[in-house]
């Protein structure tokens, strides 16, 4: 049945947007929740604790202040998500009362998941030696990257996370750049 449920899409490169079945999901217009969804996403790897999570989006309020604000965004969030009709497995978002987690097991599709995958695949190969597949690949996810991260943002976490993923971005073009060259592909190389 998972197989059969309509995935979210999330774009984080350009600007933010969240889909279902090619309908832009409402909930997200605080940005704060988007804040909250963004550094989740970026952090999906492993689980983070409220209270750091509290301090990184609310700095400038107290403590018990910033746990609160948390709390009434990931309520929201869970919302917009529509989790609260979601079995637990199915939930992107995983709250328990002392961490936050997105959930690996759910079903979504998010282009910085996508990108880092074909980075990390591409990474130690230069490019001279990719294979017309592999080459083809790395075109088509340089295409994901529709401007920076989270345009317009520009809160510190965010800042570095986009100067990350700019330098994987340059990095890609380059090793399509000498690909290019070998196969004598010199347009699509400019392009």
Known sequence: MGELMVKICIQLFGK??????????????????QELFCYLLLHRDHSLPREIL??????????AQSKKNLRQALWQLQSALGSQNQRLNDRIVLVEPDWVQLNSAANF??????????????????GQELDSSTAQLLQETVQLYQGPLLEGWYQDWCLLERERL??????????????CEVIHDYYTGLL
Not at 22 to 32: S, T
Not at 54 to 63: E, K, R
Not at 112 to 117: G, L
Request: with cysteine; hydrophobic share 45%.
């Open 109 to 126: 599709w998010l282009d910085v998941a996508v990108f880092e995958r074909t980075f990390n695949l591409v990474q130690k190969t230069p």
């Open 166 to 179: 700019q330098s994987l971005y340059l990095a890609m073009l380059d090793k399509l750049m000498s690909y």
């Open 54 to 63: 509290a301090s990184i989006l609310w700095p400038d309020t107290t403590t």
């Open 16 to 33: 933010f947007c969240v889909r279902r079945d090619e309908q832009i999901l409402d909930g997200f217009d605080a940005r704060k929740v």
